[in-house]
Structure formats: structure tokens, C-alpha cells
């Protein structure tokens, strides 16, 4: 198993362009999610999907868009990138199983894609 | 969204023994409490979790109080290669999978 990949690794755009970040898995997850990492910093959620044909919003969504057509993929799309979209962004997927006390959601993370938006 | 507080830093030396805390605000009733570990460029990567009590495996444990307003990390006998960042997950029930600022473990020799 591949796990989760991430393409480009990195990516220089100039302000007011658009791309479209990659993600997929191929370990049959349903829920996947997109991070932003700012230099020093920890994650903060973008968006997320419980499923496929189903996203929603993290903790800062604005300036992305996401959709979730099969169960293996979920890009993340910047619509007119902006110097304050740099950062380091991860893709995650995860199971999710519900035991007798609750239920688990151990992420696995792809590698990162560092975007420098000048 | 959930929100879990960490300290920012911690120092330690080779062969101590290191405990994280994590302040789970809103945490679902049915989740389970994680923790990750990530080195510099790399994407974060799964250490233990839990749900409730004590939960050991071959890297960590995981304290758990009955209120579960909190959780405890401890690495048992830290390394130079233990020095990371380390992160709480948490989860409002919505699944919107969140993590604090997360805490800057440097071991020491």
C-alpha cells in the first residue's frame, strides 16, 4: 500500500493564481481531511469529508474548495492564492471503528506539499 | 470546534522520563483521545490513544482522568531521537478532527 500521497511536493504560485492540491489513499478510508502547517506552528483543519460526496468545514476554509467524488481522492483547490496561503499542507485519511467505550480515528498523514505563494 | 491546550515546550535530558499534558476542551463523549508524533518535514504520525484509565503500548502511555477533561502523555526514558512535536487530537463529535499548537519536546544528551 501506497497510504496517503500527496502531489506536487512543492509549488510556487504568484498571488491571484489557482491550483489544485492532490491527495489520495488507497487504504479505503471514508473520512479524509486537509492541514495547513505554518512555519512554527501547529495544524489547523481547512476541510474535511466523512465520506464520499460529503465535505465540511475545518477551523479556516476560506480561500479553498474541496470535493469528494470517489473514496480515494479529496484535492484541495485554492482559488486565487494570496501570501497568506503559504504554508506546508497535509493530507490525512482515517477509519473510523466504534468500540464498546467510543469511537477511533487514527489519521495517517501524506507527506506535505510546501506552496509559496509570492 | 474543539480546542486542546498544550504546553509549548518542553526540555529534557536522555533517560527521563517525560509527561505531555493535553487539555481536551469539548471533547466528543464517544471519542477517543490520540496523540501524534512528527519530526520536521515530515506529516505527523500515530503514537497511542485512548479512552479512558491508562493505555500503554511499546513507545508511550496515556493517562486518562474519569472526567476526561485532560489527557497525559509520557515517553518513558526519552532519547535524542524522541525530540519532535508532539500533538493532541481532539473531536467535537462532528468529526472535525482538530489539534492544538502542540508541545516542542528537545532532548537533551
Known amino acids: 500500500n501506497a497510504g496517503v500521497t500527496q502531489t506536487p511536493k512543492f509549488q510556487v504560485l504568484k498571488t491571484g493564481q489557482s491550483m489544485t492540491l492532490q491527495c489520495a489513499q488507497d487504504m479505503n478510508h471514508e473520512y479524509m481531511s486537509w492541514y495547513r502547517q505554518d512555519p512554527g506552528m501547529g495544524l489547523r483543519l481547512i476541510h474535511y469529508s466523512v465520506g464520499a460526496g460529503i465535505t465540511d468545514q475545518g477551523e479556516v476554509p476560506n480561500g479553498y474548495n474541496v470535493s469528494r467524488s470517489t473514496t480515494e481522492d479529496f484535492p484541495l483547490r485554492l482559488l486565487s492564492a494570496a501570501p497568506s496561503q503559504t504554508s506546508v499542507y497535509f493530507c490525512?485519511?482515517?477509519?473510523?471503528?466504534?468500540?464498546?467505550?467510543?469511537?477511533?480515528?487514527?489519521?495517517?498523514f501524506g507527506p506535505g506539499t510546501r506552496l509559496t505563494v509570492t | 470546534l474543539a480546542k486542546t491546550t498544550q504546553p509549548i515546550s518542553m526540555d529534557s535530558y536522555e533517560g527521563q522520563e517525560v509527561n505531555i499534558t493535553c487539555s481536551h476542551n469539548n471533547i466528543a463523549t464517544n471519542d477517543y483521545i490520540t496523540w501524534y508524533q512528527q519530526f520536521p518535514s515530515q506529516g505527523p504520525r500515530f503514537i497511542i490513544q485512548g479512552y479512558k484509565t491508562k493505555v500503554t503500548n511499546e513507545v508511550a502511555s496515556l493517562f486518562i482522568p474519569a472526567d476526561r477533561k485532560s489527557s497525559t502523555l509520557s515517553l518513558p526514558r526519552v532519547s535524542l531521537s524522541d525530540t519532535a512535536v508532539y500533538y493532541c487530537q481532539g473531536d467535537t463529535g462532528r468529526r472535525a478532527l482538530t489539534f492544538g499548537s502542540g508541545t516542542r519536546l528537545q532532548v537533551q544528551p
Open positions: 490525512a485519511s482515517s477509519y473510523a471503528w466504534t468500540g464498546s467505550s467510543g469511537s477511533s480515528y487514527e489519521q495517517y
